[in-house]
Nanobody, 122 residues
């Protein structure tokens, strides 16, 4: 019912920048929280940044001051601006959306994208 498609990943040198996008499509009433996670080989998936429907944000300590999460509610899209990238930022980046499917039902569902690879070379 809800699809999330990430884009914008790629290979970049240390110190460089990338902008990730994640667009939600399908049939739903509203999107609540949108998150970016990442998972490096051999590691657990970790939360990178969160943004609420009202625009409140939160970041992992490892990316504070370097990454910025934003969203365009009209486009159902969340972005992650990444700057001063480090080799340790290399991972598959996933977006997650918490979605309310209908006005009649208040239950919230979580959906994940397929992920986009970010590789930072030293």
């Amino acid at each position: 019912q809800v699809q999330l498609v990430e884009s914008g990943g790629g290979l970049v040198q240390a110190g460089g920048s990338l902008r990730l996008s994640c667009a939600a499509s399908g049939t739903f009433f509203s999107i609540n929280v949108m998150d970016w996670y990442r998972q490096a080989p051999g590691n657990q998936r970790e939360l990178v940044a969160t943004i609420t429907s009202g625009g409140s944000t939160n970041y992992a300590d490892s990316v504070k001051g370097r990454f910025t999460i934003s969203r365009d509610n009209a486009k159902n899209t969340v972005y992650l601006e990444m700057s001063s990238l480090k080799p340790e930022d290399t991972a598959v980046y996933y977006c997650k959306a918490v979605v309310r499917l209908s006005m009649q039902k208040t239950y919230l569902y979580q959906y994940w994208g397929e992920g986009t690879q970010v590789t930072v070379s030293s």
